[in-house]
Structures are given as structure tokens and as C-alpha cells.
């Protein structure tokens, strides 16, 4: 399970329906515009959260570094640290050894979406700049190396605060965003920077005690 809502019922339903365990609950970052559920459905299923290792959480979890790997069964998941809309933010590259050898699709978090990319300003003006570069990094040396043919599927479609021109579909391919993203066309890193930071919508009020409750730091009322 990656980047689970609080209201964890939903997830358990399937497992049993499917007749699937739930081995690992990941986060593709510290979520800042929902309440995770990681925690609640790491406890009930036992199953091992998953979070990158910058990520200051004060809850047992298993600290993920670019390139690992996770093994699920026939499922092979690896680590890709990809910072820029928050410094912990991860994709994870996924492989059914059941199907072929090669990767299939990567869940891209709030790093890449479907039309745009993650905005890279939700930690403070100060860090914004820094981001913004570390983001262009993540896409253009990363992300972009991937084959065309990967499936994108990211944490949010339209009407998501966690990004500007958000596509309502919700899924793509690393092609085809190539192609038609304006976050990805050709620019140099300090125009790619002002691109990023230009036209930003205001950040809820929420943000930011969100990520507090995501870190453990402060409680989740039940
Ligand atoms: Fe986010």
C-alpha cells in the first residue's frame, strides 16, 4: 500500500476481497495535505512502513535510501530519492517478475504528476529556491532517464493544492509527459527554478500541522 488516507477501512476491504496481504506501507514523502493512515494500518496488519531516511519521524519505520530494493512476492519494488517538492520525497519504480523482467510503472508521489510537477514551496520561501534546483535534478537526471513506455502514476490528479495545472487524468506515461509537461520542456536549471516558483496558488492552512501529525509529533485526535 503507498501514500494510504487516514480512514484505513477501505484498504483492508480489498486485502481481504483479493485474498492479498499487506506487507509494506509506503509514503512517497511527509504528506502535508492529508492525514496518512501508515501508522494505523502498520499496526493493524503489521506490515513495515517505508519512508525515506531524511524524513524526521519519531514512529518505528523502515528508513528507505535511493536505490534500495523491496521484495513483495513476485512484485519488485525500487527506491528512487527524488527531492523537490519536499527533501523526502521518493518514487518507487515497480517490476511484476511475474510479467517480464523490466520495470513496469513508477508511482511518481507529488515529484511528478500527470501535466506538471510537484510544487516545490511548501517548506518555506527560504528552502523554496533550493528545492525548485534539487526538483529539476530529480526529474531531468532521474525520472527522465526512464524508458518511455513506464507507466506515471502520481499521488494527485486535478484540483490538488499540491501543484498548479494538474491534469485530470490520472495516470501516463514517462513518454508522453516528456513530451507534453510544461515542467519538462527543455529549459536551464535557473529557468526551470523561476518556472517552478512563478504562479504558485496559496498554501492551505492546514500544511502545515498536517505534516506535524505525519511526523508523530503531534497527535491525531481519533
Ligand atoms: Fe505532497
Same mark, same amino acid.
Given at each position: 500500500?503507498v501514500?494510504?488516507q487516514i480512514a484505513i477501512?477501505?484498504?483492508l476491504?480489498t486485502?481481504?476481497?483479493?485474498?492479498?496481504?499487506?506487507?509494506?506501507?509506503?509514503?512517497?514523502?511527509?504528506?502535508?495535505?492529508?492525514?496518512? $493512515?501508515?501508522? !494505523? &494500518?502498520?499496526?493493524?496488519?503489521? %506490515?513495515?512502513?517505508?519512508?525515506h @531516511?531524511?524524513?524526521p519521524v519519531? #514512529?518505528?519505520?523502515q528508513?528507505?535510501?535511493?536505490?534500495?530494493?523491496?521484495?513483495?512476492?513476485?512484485?519488485?519494488?525500487?527506491?528512487?530519492?527524488?527531492?523537490?517538492?519536499?527533501?523526502?520525497?521518493?518514487?518507487?519504480?515497480?517490476?511484476?517478475?511475474s510479467?517480464?523482467p523490466?520495470?513496469?510503472?513508477v508511482?511518481?508521489?507529488?515529484?511528478?504528476?500527470?501535466?506538471?510537477? $510537484?510544487?516545490? !514551496? &511548501?517548506?518555506?520561501?527560504?528552502? %523554496?529556491?533550493?528545492?525548485?534546483? @534539487?526538483?529539476?535534478d530529480?526529474? #531531468?537526471?532521474?525520472?527522465?532517464?526512464?524508458?518511455?513506455?513506464i507507466?506515471?502514476?502520481?499521488?494527485?490528479?486535478?484540483?490538488?493544492?499540491?501543484?498548479?495545472?494538474?491534469?485530470?487524468?490520472?495516470?501516463?506515461?514517462?513518454?508522453?509527459?516528456?513530451?507534453?509537461?510544461?515542467?519538462?520542456?527543455?529549459?536551464?536549471?535557473e529557468?526551470f527554478?523561476?518556472?517552478?516558483?512563478?504562479?504558485?496558488?496559496a498554501?492551505?492552512?492546514?500544511?502545515?500541522?498536517n505534516?506535524?501529525?505525519?511526523?508523530?509529533?503531534v497527535?491525531?485526535?481519533?
Amino acid at each position: 500500500m503507498v501514500d494510504p488516507q487516514i480512514a484505513i477501512d477501505p484498504y483492508l476491504e480489498t486485502a481481504r476481497e483479493t485474498g492479498m496481504g499487506i506487507l509494506y506501507v509506503l509514503e512517497t514523502h511527509v504528506h502535508a495535505d492529508h492525514l496518512s $493512515g501508515c501508522r !494505523d &494500518l502498520g499496526s493493524v496488519t503489521g %506490515a513495515v512502513i517505508g519512508i525515506h @531516511e531524511s524524513a524526521p519521524v519519531v #514512529f518505528p519505520a523502515q528508513l528507505l535510501a535511493d536505490g534500495d530494493s523491496l521484495e513483495m512476492g513476485n512484485v519488485h519494488v525500487k527506491v528512487i530519492h527524488t527531492p523537490g517538492h519536499s527533501p523526502d520525497s521518493v518514487c518507487f519504480l515497480v517490476t511484476d517478475k511475474s510479467r517480464g523482467p523490466e520495470a513496469w510503472f513508477v508511482l511518481t508521489g507529488d515529484t511528478l504528476f500527470v501535466g506538471d510537477a $510537484g510544487r516545490p !514551496d &511548501l517548506h518555506g520561501r527560504e528552502t %523554496a529556491r533550493k528545492l525548485a534546483g @534539487e526538483l529539476y535534478d530529480s526529474l #531531468f537526471h532521474k525520472l527522465m532517464r526512464l524508458p518511455d513506455d513506464i507507466e506515471v502514476y502520481p499521488s494527485h490528479f486535478g484540483g490538488s493544492a499540491c501543484g498548479r495545472s494538474l491534469s485530470g487524468k490520472p495516470h501516463s506515461t514517462i513518454g508522453f509527459e516528456r513530451r507534453y509537461n510544461v515542467a519538462l520542456k527543455p529549459r536551464s536549471r535557473e529557468e526551470f527554478i523561476s518556472f517552478m516558483l512563478s504562479d504558485l496558488p496559496a498554501q492551505p492552512p492546514e500544511f502545515e500541522t498536517n505534516r506535524q501529525k505525519n511526523l508523530g509529533l503531534v497527535p491525531v485526535p481519533i
